[in-house]
């Protein structure tokens, strides 16, 4: 495709979300376009450390990223799945892995047999069936590969990382790719008098940056987005009542674990990232459970290093913008909503919000308000589905006698869930919506996990008699077991492959 002019992009706001875009529209645009990027050094980021999930790898192999090399730039470490605890009961753990959860039989997935199982006493705990959750819970990793004919799962994996040290290394990319950065705090925004789009941003200092698509990264506030086009906002505090977190890193310790932590606590929950050079934390909570002063000095003596920096407050509301895109500003990121992140998706909708801005990139500069609006109802869909997820979390508690988790039980839920569960309760059977992110063996661990076991199952899994089921189940777990085994320890992967020079235990 030729372009009689150069198509200028204008991406507000720096940070993971507006560095992935930089980088992202770097690799793939031709030269035809220009792309700046206006940041200041004024404005904080969120970025407290992030934990993601397997999409990551895909994203930073695209962009042509060392993994090595990467994660020794990020302090990163290796991230095979979530351990939540509390979450079924207070003193209950289970692991969402990655990956597969045992193998199926013909056309039956893996979940009937093994309730089947658990019927007959012949069933292990269902992580057990789980070469991701097996390996987290032995504290091992090294990258799998697998043969076409193999009959073991693959190992997916993603990463934690520090996600400031992640945006300085795409920003280098960027600017080496062409992408031109510009340094300041946005005074005002100039509109075009008929149609509305944005023109310009202005600075403090009086310059004008002139665009013909704006990319919105400005964080919570939705500079362009909301204060700028009023794109409106959809709340979900009902579902999600968590509305603030407060975080702080401390000194690292000892195993170096290969997945997060979420640790229910009596008004949220609580997360843990290891990294190479210290260890994330975090308290989400609900204000109307819990004062911001009592959350921080729950979270600092919850802590199992030395704390390392001034806990900071982040304050949000859980949702997300009735229009991604509006006029001719995409927002990304958190400019575009919400979800908490309980299970990592944050940076995953970056993702995909940079995707579909490459798939409906403007021709000839002319936004067709057919693919806008495509845009806005793919990106609505996708984070409902996400919503759904998180919230099960919620709404499937054990913790009895506690104001917020009682109230999250008790919910009125989205029909697209509750329909779920319902489902699942009476049948075992989860459909997969579509392309949604969350597949069949998260939403069986995470309702297994916390005690949504299905009255019935799949009649075909009623085929094998008892000791090819007990054969079956055994010599999975075995295998899984066995492969695991083989794997080093995680940290000791991460010290011989990519070590950064300033990584160091408590």
Known sequence: MSHAAPRRIVIVGGGSSGWMTAAALARFLDPSWSVTLVESDA???????????????NF??????????????????????????????PDQHYIHGFGLVGRGLGLIPFQHFWLRGRQLGLARPLGEYCLN???????????????????????????????????????????????????????????????GDVTAVVLENGEEITGDLFIDCSGFRGLLIEETLQAGFEDWSHWLPCDRAVAAPCAGTR?????????????????RIPLQHRTGNGYVFSSAHISEDEATAALVADLDGELLADPRVIRFTAGRRRKAWSHN???VGLASGFIEPLESTSLHLVQTAISRLLDFLPV???IDPASR???????????????????????????????????????????????????????????RDGDELFDVPGWVQVMIGQEIVPQAWHPLADQPDEAQLAGFLAALHGALAQDAARLPEHGAFIAQNCAAETAHAA
């Open 43 to 57: 404005i904080g980021t969120i970025g407290v450390g992030e934990a993601t999930i397997p999409m990551i790898r």
């Open 364 to 366: 000839d500069g002319r």
């Open 133 to 195: 959750v097996v390996a987290a819970e032995a504290n091992r990793f090294a990258p799998v590969e697998r043969g076409a004919d193999s009959q073991l799962p693959p190992l997916p994996y993603a990463y934690h990382f520090d996600a400031s040290l992640y945006a300085a290394q795409l920003r280098t990319l960027a600017e080496r790719g062409g992408v031109a950065r510009r340094e300041g705090l946005i005074r005002s925004v100039n509109r075009d008098g008929e149609n």
């Open 255 to 271: 195993p170096l674990l290969p997945y997060t932590r979420s640790i229910a606590k009596r008004a949220g929950w609580r997360w």
């Open 329 to 331: 500003v995409v927002s």
């Open 60 to 89: 930073n192999q695209a962009l042509g990223l060392n993994e090595a090399e990467f994660l020794r730039r990020t302090q990163g470490t290796v991230k095979l799945g979530i351990q939540f605890d509390g979450w079924g009961a």
């Open 373 to 431: 609006d495509d845009f806005n109802q793919r990106a609505a869909w996708e984070m409902e589905r996400i919503r759904d997820f998180i919230v099960l979390h919620y709404h499937a508690n054990g913790r009895h006698g506690e104001p917020l988790w009682d109230a999250v039980r008790s919910m009125a839920l989205p029909d697209s869930l509750a329909d779920r569960i319902t489902m699942f309760r009476a049948s075992g059977r989860v459909l």
